[in-house]
């Protein structure tokens, strides 16, 4: 099979699933009016009340990033379903393998496609989230309009979202199943890599925790600094990627 076709053939599993797109359209369809509400609800409220989701003020660069935590354990899920799909019942890999003997070439279709569909949900997303976190807040910054911190934080967002999606999409090929990513990488996306990271140095560098540093405010001293936060991250991703890889391609099915 020619690359232009496994990569056909791969995408219409992708985007042919039912879940992955109620996953996506959760992501953005839900974070939008979350943001609307956060900001809504303490627009009358001074910046240091603690009835705001943060009681110290939070900088403007860094308004609204607070709701990429929702879409954050979706998008994993998606990651996981994803690896853990062709391993199901129906043992669907044995149909793809028969059909694409290059296993490397069908692990990275496959790698390229999720990075690719994680790429456009988080960017709408985080886009979205906070094009409505300065429309309906005080901040005096025009929602179409945005800073350049803020499109920065924005990628730095996406960049997140897609090195954590191929880690926990490594995890669920090496263990052929979408359950493991799931327990492991989801805890750390709800906040367990911040709070070790609130009294042990080494839990920045667990890959969620050091993603983080990529679009929050590194002032505070919970994350790394963001070139060095995302060079974690990144290697964390690479090393599960490249595991995976020469697993997939060497083992039985």
Same mark, same amino acid.
């Not at 953005?28 to 409220?45: C, E, F, I, K, R």
């Not at 945005?146 to 090195?163: E, F, H, Q």
């Given at each position: 099979?020619?690359?232009?076709?496994?990569?056909?053939?791969?995408?219409?599993?992708?985007?042919?699933?039912?879940?992955?797109?109620?996953? =996506?359209?959760?992501?953005? $369809?839900a974070?939008?009016?979350?943001?609307?509400?956060?900001? &809504?609800s303490?627009?009358?409220? *001074?910046?240091?009340? *603690?009835? $705001?989701?943060?009681?110290?003020?939070?900088?403007?660069?860094?308004q609204?990033?607070?709701? &990429?935590?929702?879409?954050?354990?979706?998008?994993?899920? /998606?990651?996981? /379903?994803?690896?853990?799909?062709?391993?199901?019942?129906?043992?669907q890999?044995?149909?793809?393998? /028969?059909?694409?003997?290059?296993?490397?070439?069908?692990?990275?279709?496959?790698?390229?496609?999720?990075?690719?569909?994680?790429?456009?949900?988080?960017?709408?997303?985080?886009?979205?989230?906070?094009?409505?976190?300065?429309a309906?807040g005080?901040?005096?910054?025009?929602?179409?309009?945005?800073?350049?911190a803020?499109?920065?934080?924005?990628?730095?967002?996406?960049?997140?979202?897609?090195?954590?999606?191929?880690?926990?999409?490594?995890?669920?090929?090496?263990? !052929?199943?979408?359950?493991l990513p799931?327990?492991?990488?989801?805890?750390?996306?709800?906040?367990?890599?911040?709070?070790? =990271?609130?009294?042990?140095?080494?839990?920045?560098?667990?890959?969620?925790?050091?993603?983080?540093?990529?679009?929050?405010?590194?002032s505070t001293?919970?994350?790394?600094g963001?070139? =060095?936060?995302g060079?974690?991250?990144?290697?964390?991703?690479? &090393?599960?990627?490249?595991?995976?890889?020469?697993?997939?391609? !060497?083992?039985?099915?």
């Amino acid at each position: 099979m020619s690359a232009l076709a496994l990569t056909r053939s791969e995408a219409t599993k992708f985007f042919s699933a039912t879940t992955m797109w109620v996953l =996506a359209l959760v992501t953005m $369809l839900a974070t939008w009016p979350m943001a609307w509400t956060n900001v &809504a609800s303490g627009a009358d409220l *001074p910046a240091d009340d *603690p009835r $705001l989701f943060s009681a110290e003020p939070i900088p403007i660069s860094y308004q609204g990033f607070e709701m &990429a935590g929702f879409g954050y354990v979706l998008v994993v899920v /998606l990651a996981a /379903l994803w690896a853990g799909s062709e391993y199901g019942a129906g043992k669907q890999i044995r149909t793809t393998l /028969l059909a694409t003997p290059q296993r490397l070439r069908v692990f990275i279709v496959k790698t390229v496609l999720l990075a690719c569909a994680v790429a456009v949900i988080g960017f709408l997303t985080m886009w979205g989230t906070i094009v409505i976190t300065h429309a309906a807040g005080n901040a005096g910054i025009d929602p179409w309009a945005l800073t350049p911190a803020i499109w920065a934080n924005i990628g730095g967002v996406t960049l997140a979202w897609i090195l954590t999606a191929l880690i926990a999409f490594a995890v669920g090929v090496l263990a !052929r199943t979408a359950i493991l990513p799931l327990i492991l990488v989801i805890p750390l996306v709800i906040g367990i890599g911040d709070f070790l =990271a609130g009294f042990w140095e080494g839990a920045k560098y667990l890959p969620v925790a050091a993603g983080a540093a990529l679009y929050s405010d590194t002032s505070t001293g919970i994350h790394l600094g963001s070139v =060095a936060g995302g060079l974690v991250q990144a290697t964390w991703a690479l &090393a599960l990627l490249t595991v995976a890889a020469v697993s997939f391609v !060497r083992r039985d099915m």
